[in-house]
């Protein structure tokens, strides 16, 4: 049981350019979420999913996509990369209204 | 407007001191309270929550909270601190119940113990 992983752990991108973060939880979990968290100002929810096929908009989405396809899978799409996305990136997932289980974190740089 | 308050922006203990974090928040519905700790370059771990019963709740790590609704808060407190909680700490507070169990974190409050 790996719990919530997150694929990559560090990633440096030049802007404009594109990537995918992969969060992947093995735990059945019905709600997934994005956060990302910037000095300061602790972390924020860009996007969550309650299901498979399902996505919302979070505090802070401009800029992101998001995809849930598996019940176990919620990617978080940058289409072109801007300085001001540079960030640490957690997904967290929970089976009901109860705990957050949250994965190692991306740590991507935007030059 | 939904916010969490996490005053302290940093603080330090000497090891074997006490410990107390303050967490305030506004929240409209019945909210669910929970506290965070996050070590240096890894995700985040739930230390405890509350929604509902004792006011007093037990954590892991030795960590216990107090509700107080009529103050809107939710301490973090810790009898005598040890170098290895050392660390960040998030306040968090989301809906009991709801469809989409949203979280509101606070700031953080970035704790360091000194021998």
């Known amino acids: 049981n790996a719990g919530v992983t997150q694929t990559p752990k560090f990633r440096v991108l030049k802007t404009g350019q594109s990537m995918t973060l992969l969060c992947a939880q093995d735990m059945n979990h019905e709600y997934m979420y994005w956060y990302r968290q910037d000095p300061g100002m602790g972390l924020r929810l860009i996007h969550y999913?309650?299901?498979?096929?399902?996505?919302a908009k979070g505090e802070v989405p401009d800029g992101y996509n998001v995809s849930r396809l598996k019940k176990q899978n919620f990617l978080l799409g940058l289409e072109s990369a801007a300085p001001s996305q540079t960030s640490v990136y957690f997904c967290a997932s929970t089976g009901d209204a109860d705990t957050q289980y949250f994965g190692p974190g991306t740590r991507l740089t935007v030059l | 407007a939904q916010s969490v308050t996490q005053p302290d922006i940093h603080i330090t203990v000497s090891e074997g001191a006490s410990l107390e974090l303050r967490c305030n928040y506004s929240y409209g519905a019945t909210p669910y309270l929970f506290w965070y700790v996050q070590s240096p370059g890894q995700g985040l771990q739930l230390l405890l929550k509350y929604f509902s019963g004792d006011t007093l709740v037990q954590g892991i790590k030795g960590f216990e909270a107090e509700f107080k609704r009529s103050q809107s808060s939710f301490n973090l407190r810790k009898p005598s601190v040890h170098w290895s909680d050392a660390a960040e700490y998030f306040c968090a507070v989301g809906p009991y119940g709801g469809a989409t169990n949203k979280l509101i974190f606070g700031t953080g409050t970035l704790l360091a113990v000194q021998p």
């Open positions: 999913s309650v299901g498979e096929g399902t996505t």
